[in-house]
Structure formats: structure tokens, C-alpha cells
């Protein structure tokens, strides 16, 4: 299993989201409708679609980009969720202050 880290230094906000969902795209190929079918599920909790994203390899900032694009009310409130790891407060576009 190969395992690489790509830097979006530089980037606006908008252009790094759009850049780390299509990275996740042509990294998963045909597996992204899973991924897909998952974050479009209300039902299903953003925790259970981030470990998901885990297991097919994905992590950090493109799982972020993904949860905005997909659930950004929910992202945000996640976010600010102070019983998880510390409270974020975000923007309404679901971006750090």
C-alpha cells in the first residue's frame, strides 16, 4: 500500500476544497459512488462517513472539502461541537476562523 501526502499550500479555500474532491475522485476511481452514497445519507453521521473515507485511504483535508460540500450544516455544527476535540468556529462557507 502506497501512502503519499499532497500539499495544498497556496490554494483559496474554494480551489483547495475542489482540488482535494478531485483528488479523492481519481484516487478511488469507480469506488467514489460509495463514498458518494454515504455523505449524501442523512441518515448516516458525519463520524461514520469520515471513518469511512478512513478505510478507502482517504484522510484529512480532502475528507474536510467532502463534508462541506456534501453537509456543510452539519460539518459546521460538527465542528462546533465542543465535547469532540475542541470547538471550531467556521465561516458560513463551513471554513476555520
Known amino acids: 500500500m502506497t ?17 482535494a474532491i478531485q483528488d479523492t475522485k481519481d484516487y478511488l476511481g469507480d469506488r467514489f459512488s460509495i463514498i458518494e452514497e454515504a455523505l449524501q445519507d442523512s441518515e448516516r453521521s458525519l463520524a461514520s462517513c469520515e471513518t469511512l473515507m478512513g478505510f478507502a485511504g482517504v484522510s484529512g483535508t480532502p475528507v474536510h472539502a467532502l463534508l462541506r460540500r456534501y453537509r456543510l450544516a ?22 476555520p476562523l
Open 3 to 19: 501512502h503519499y501526502t499532497v500539499s495544498y499550500a497556496g490554494l483559496t479555500n474554494k480551489a483547495r476544497d475542489d482540488k
Open 74 to 95: 452539519e460539518f459546521r455544527a460538527w465542528m462546533a461541537d465542543d465535547t469532540l476535540e475542541g470547538s471550531i468556529q467556521t465561516d458560513e462557507e463551513g471554513f
